[in-house]
């Protein structure tokens, strides 16, 4: 079946450096991305969006990266601060307005 | 409102009770979404609505679980018969329209435990 899933389950940076959080996806028809941040009891938070149009999109201090070839995904914090730290989801619109999301990857951004 | 809210925030069960959790997603917005997360996971696609109308079920775990939305706002998941496997946090989503490709809002969660 189709499968959205994480590479690195926690990921532990300095404050101040950058950090890639990797995720693969399984369906080629997939045409929208989505990257979350979940804080400890809240719901998850928007962070960025992707087109399957695009390889590459900025946000604030974020950046997504999309590679069709190899059906990757990576979602890039510059400079992260203690504020980063959380559950990062990537999830992946198969259409029929029907999200699959990964496991998430722990990002803990040591001060 | 000035976010989606759900509640109860949290909600402690006996195995074999009904639960209803309730959903108030941001005003006009027309879609809305029902996941589920269990511990250390990531969310689960239950149902979504657009306006009343549910066109996707086919991510209720059981026929113990239904939703439904009135006057295009409000909405409740119900369990029936709750087992301890239904433990979990249940989120609800909102989104301006649908078609996949905007932004959905979450609520904070209901917490759900069934013992």
């Known amino acids: 079946g189709e499968s959205v899933g994480l590479h690195l389950p926690t990921l532990s940076v300095q404050e101040g450096d950058n950090s890639i959080i990797n995720c693969a996806y399984s369906n080629s028809a997939s045409d929208y991305f989505i990257w979350y941040k979940q804080e400890s009891g809240k719901g998850p938070q928007f962070i960025i969006d992707?087109?399957?149009?695009?390889d590459k999109r900025q946000g604030q201090r974020v950046t997504v990266l999309l590679n069709k070839t190899m059906k990757h995904l990576s979602l890039q914090n510059a400079a992260t601060q203690p504020g980063d730290s959380a559950v990062y989801f990537c999830a992946e619109n198969m259409g029929f307005n029907k999200f699959y999301f990964g496991s998430g990857t722990k990002l803990n951004v040591k001060p | 409102g000035a976010g989606v809210s759900q509640s109860p925030s949290n909600k402690v069960t006996e195995k074999g009770k009904d639960v209803e959790l309730r959903c108030d997603p941001i005003?006009?917005?027309?879609?809305l979404y029902w996941y589920r997360q269990s511990l250390g996971q990531g969310l689960e696609f239950l149902i979504y609505f657009q306006g009343n109308s549910a066109p996707d079920k086919s991510g209720l775990p059981s026929d113990r679980f239904s939703a439904e939305r009135t006057g295009g706002s409000v909405s409740t998941l119900t369990i029936q018969r709750t087992q301890q496997e239904d433990s979990a946090v249940y989120l609800c989503a909102s989104s301006f329209r649908t078609g996949g490709q905007e932004t959905q809002y979450f609520g904070p969660g209901t917490r759900l435990l069934v013992l």
């Open positions: 992707i087109r399957s149009n695009m």
């Open positions: 005003s006009g917005h027309t879609a």
